[in-house]
């Protein structure tokens, strides 16, 4: 049971254009999500998070949005910088006694070109 | 701050021999410590949660007795693959939090470790 999804395996992307990736769950007990970028043979970098009362949250280039409705959340990244190239993986948190334990989705391959 | 060392990043066994794995939290006391595996172009999978001075406990499918996890102190968690076979070889990755109330712990990795099991 995938409660944390990516549904785009890759996405690929010119410099300095905007690179979108989606997120879906479905456990409607997850409060906090977050973003990591993931280079082979390294552990997730975390990039930004938002939690659940929150429907934007912005750190500089990289914008996270929630839609709690649709249990939805994007990850933005604008400009996208050939740097950007990596796998990003959303990660989802119950809260409480969970707190800290995550559940990742299958992650995204961003490509930048130059 | 909220850094996690963790060693090695890379080892190479035998099957039938044991590895150790190590975390720590360098400048904040990880309570609880959260393991987990990645396999090759998958994503990172819970495999257990250990809280200091406790039992370790288990996501299902998960074999304790082949995975033994130890977090005898505040700094400090480890990983022990038992009687490594090949199909263990996968990237394992730990994460550490710290007492309820302080935020983001809990949400940095270790580097990760690279086992090979041939």
């Known amino acids: 049971d995938q409660q944390v999804k990516q549904n785009s395996p890759s996405l690929s992307v010119q410099e300095g254009r905007i690179s979108i990736l989606n997120c879906d769950y479905t456990?409607?007990?997850?409060?906090?999500f977050l973003w990591y970028k993931k280079y082979p043979a390294e552990g997730p970098t975390f990039l930004i998070s938002i939690s659940s009362i929150k429907d934007k949250n912005e750190d500089g280039r990289f914008t996270v949005f929630l839609n709690k409705s649709a249990k939805h959340l994007s990850l933005h990244i604008v400009p996208s910088q050939p740097g950007d190239s990596a796998v990003y993986f959303c990660?989802?948190?119950?809260?409480?006694?969970?707190?800290?334990?995550?559940?990742f989705g299958q992650g995204t391959i961003l490509t930048v070109h130059p | 701050g909220a850094v996690v060392s963790q060693h090695p990043s890379r080892v190479i066994c035998k099957s039938g021999t044991s590895v150790k794995i190590e975390c720590r939290s360098l400048?904040?006391?990880?309570?609880?410590m959260f393991w987990y595996r990645q396999f090759p172009k998958k994503s990172l999978m819970l495999m257990a949660t250990s809280n200091e001075g406790s039992k370790a406990t288990y996501e299902q499918g998960v074999e304790k007795d082949k995975f033994l996890i130890n977090h005898a102190s505040l700094t400090l968690s480890t990983l022990t693959v038992t009687s490594a076979h090949p199909e263990d070889s996968s990237f394992y990755i730990c994460s550490g939090r710290g007492p309820s109330g302080l935020a983001n712990y809990g949400y940095t990795f270790g580097s990760g470790t690279r086992l090979t099991v041939v």
């Open positions: 456990n409607s007990m997850f409060d906090y």
């Open positions: 400048d904040f006391q990880a309570t609880t």
């Open positions: 990660a989802a948190n119950a809260g409480g006694t969970s707190y800290g334990k995550l559940t």
